[in-house]
């Protein structure tokens, strides 16, 4: 309600009030000098001076400004907390200051106050300091879980890194600590949720994801290696074509694999060893095989080969096959 005030009117003798309006309501005393109205309009005040007949107009326009809409803050509720917590901030138009009411909770709320409420719907009332009132209804979401989504496997080319990318439900932001195990042949990048493995060897880590609010949730990565092959040979190579091409047989290793190779042998079909080398680095032409025997050019054939390499994780593996000799 609000009063309308006409006692500022003035005249030679008693004055009578009669108030009209057009689109708004009186509660009370239309005939007074402040009648109580309860919603806007156009209200129209005739006076009339009871001594000499006189009458006077006056109109006052009345824009109900009530409470509108809710400012809040909603925190959800946690993975340690069951309950959500509301802030209750203010409202648009209305007279501030402004109390909050919410249904099933007794008492009034003020402006700033944290409330620790269930998930599920509510309805809060705005009451603004003339009284006016506004109803809304606001919902506290469920707690969310947090889930995470990890690749089953990783590969990584031997020597190399592997890329392991996580997943989950919450903002990236909300991230606080990465844990894996083991802890080893990891690098971290700036997002929390994006990791480099340069594992030598295949093994699977277990990695738990915890967010600032105390959600956990945990994930399993297989790392395999790549390393098939680690050492390339040729089949076939041309030294009697005295083009500078292709003239020498050797192995080639894919970067960082092959530590050393501890010997290589070059054999006829007869089991005759024509050339024999140890102990030198992969991919070094110097260290290979020219195509002769006993300093004497060979003519084209097919020869049998027997490489034995160290690799850089210790491993020593033996390799078979054979080169035509152009």
């Not at 990584?156 to 989950?168: C, F, H, K, N, R």
Request: proline share 6%; aromatic share 10%.
């Amino acid at each position: 309600m609000f009063a309308l005030d006409g006692t500022a009117s003035t005249g030679q003798g008693g004055l009578t009030y009669t108030w009209t309006t057009v689109g708004g309501q009186f509660v009370s005393g239309s005939g007074s000098s402040t009648p109580q109205i309860g919603t806007s309009g156009s209200y129209v005040l005739l006076v009339t001076d009871a001594v000499n007949g006189c009458t006077d107009t006056d109109t006052v326009q009345v824009t109900q400004v009530i409470p509108s809409g809710l400012d809040l803050e909603v925190d959800p509720p946690g993975c340690k907390r069951a309950q959500g917590e509301l802030s209750l901030l203010g409202s648009g138009g209305g007279s501030p200051p402004y109390t909050f009411q919410i249904d099933s909770i007794q008492g009034s709320f003020s402006q700033g106050e944290g409330l620790l409420l269930d998930p599920g719907s509510w309805t809060v009332s705005v009451i603004d300091a003339l009284g006016c009132r506004f109803d809304t209804t606001i919902v506290m979401p469920d707690r969310q879980d947090l889930e995470l989504v990890v690749p089953q496997e990783v590969w990584v080319q031997y020597g190399d890194s592997g890329l392991i990318e996580l997943q989950i439900n919450f903002p990236t932001g909300s991230v606080d600590t990465v844990l894996w195990n083991p802890s080893i042949w990891l690098t971290a990048t700036g997002d929390p949720l994006l990791w480099y493995t340069q594992a030598p060897l295949a093994l699977q880590y277990q990695v738990t994801v915890e967010t600032t609010d105390g959600c956990e949730a945990k994930g399993l990565v297989q790392v395999l290696i790549d390393n098939d092959p680690v050492l390339f040979v040729p089949n076939v190579f041309s030294p009697n074509e005295a083009d500078g091409i292709n003239d020498r047989f050797y192995p080639f290793s894919r970067p960082g694999t092959v530590k050393r190779i501890l010997s290589m042998g070059v054999y006829d079909r007869w089991g005759s060893r024509l050339f024999y080398n140890e102990d030198f680095p992969p991919d070094d032409a110097a260290y290979g095989w020219d195509g002769s025997f006993r300093h004497t050019r060979l003519n084209p054939a097919v020869f049998v080969w027997v490489i034995e390499a160290e690799l850089n994780t210790g491993e020593i593996i033996l390799l078979k096959g054979d080169v035509t000799l152009l």
